[in-house]
């Protein structure tokens, strides 16, 4: 049986910052590798002001920029190994937080995982038991899960 996720792990404000931020992300490289090897396809939003982050993205071969919305730009591209190779190495802001405000891995034109919030807040479109309890084991202990059959 198939049902949906969604999981987010538990956050602290960094000192000035309104931008939530988790202690660790220690299960990012993990989480990120799983849904990788699914997946041919990733979508990135960012902010506009965050213009570097974009650089960067637009400098990987194959990315483009699909839509600029008034605050928010997105950018799709093949999961070929050197994305992969950017988005397991090169993912934290000067902030310590995830680069872009959400990342969203496709396997042709079907969604499957989606990273919110600078890589706090998680969404799986189909999910088993199996990859639920492989979930639970790469997040902190105290994450929080919802799954909805």
Same mark, same amino acid.
């Given at each position: ?23 660790? &992300? ?8 799983? %849904? =990788? ?5 990733? @979508?990135?939003? /960012?902010? +506009? ?41 090169? &993912? ?8 872009? %405000? =959400? ?5 042709? @034109?079907?969604? /499957?995982? +989606? ?35």
């Amino acid at each position: 049986m198939h049902s949906k996720l969604y999981f987010a792990v538990p956050l602290y404000m960094e000192k000035n910052s309104d931008v939530a931020i988790p202690i660790s &992300y220690d299960y990012w490289i993990p989480l990120i590798t799983y %849904f =990788s090897t699914q997946s041919n396809t990733v @979508e990135i939003h /960012c902010w +506009n002001v965050e213009k570097k982050t974009i650089k960067e993205l637009v400098s990987i071969k194959g990315t483009n920029i699909k839509h600029v919305l008034d605050e928010i730009t997105i950018l799709q591209t093949e999961l070929h190994p050197r994305m992969v190779n950017y988005l397991l190495s090169d &993912y934290l802001d000067n902030m310590g937080r995830v680069k872009w %405000f =959400s990342l969203f891995f496709y396997k042709d @034109e079907t969604k /499957c995982f +989606n990273s919110g919030h600078w890589g706090t807040e998680f969404f799986v479109h189909r999910t088993n038991k199996d990859e639920v309890h492989k979930l639970r084991t790469i997040m902190p202990n105290d994450t929080i899960f919802h799954e909805h059959i």
